[in-house]
């Protein structure tokens, strides 16, 4: 399954869908910046239900954000130390990340080595595409979309502080 997020660049308004192959919205994000900690909602389109909701943990050294999968509990994405690339570890999935993550390409895995889902990021004039293939079938594709995406919130966080 193909999946596709265009996020605007210098977008202040952090709303977007994320679509399928015939470019059709599958989900809509909902993003608050302007709150005390990052946080955003994965929300079926069809149903309109929200499915999952990602929130910054602010009190912990590394950037950390929490997953919840229909109100419960799912992970935690968080940035380790590590001294020539940026590293991500998810926690309760036991999934880890493999290639160029500056670039945005790269591989999520499970424990054993498994793919489960490609991650390429196209960096046009005034968007960012994503293009997220799950090559798992039994997994639920929003729980792929709500890790990538709490990936790129964190990265995003990174380049606004060296930015400053």
């Not at 196209?122 to 293009?131: C, I, K, N, V």
């Amino acid at each position: 399954m193909k999946l596709y997020v265009k996020q605007k660049v210098l977008s202040l308004k952090e709303d977007f869908d994320v679509y399928d192959c015939q470019k059709k919205p599958v989900y809509h994000v909902k993003s608050k910046w302007f709150s005390i900690g990052r946080s955003m909602k994965i929300i079926d389109v069809q149903s309109g239900k929200p499915l999952v909701s990602v929130k910054q943990q602010l009190l912990s050294i590394f950037p950390t954000l929490k997953v919840y999968y229909e109100g419960h509990y799912l992970c935690s994405v968080k940035k380790t130390w590590s001294l020539f690339r940026p590293k991500y570890q998810i926690s309760r999935l036991n999934w880890r990340l493999q290639g160029n993550l500056w670039q945005h390409d790269y591989r999520l895995k499970d424990r054993k080595g498994n793919d489960l889902a490609k991650i390429h990021k196209q960096f046009l004039a005034w968007s960012d595409t994503f293009e997220m293939t799950i090559l798992n079938q039994e997994l639920d594709p929003v729980i792929v979309v709500a890790v990538i995406l709490a990936i790129d919130m964190v990265m995003d966080n990174d380049s606004l502080k060296t930015s400053k």
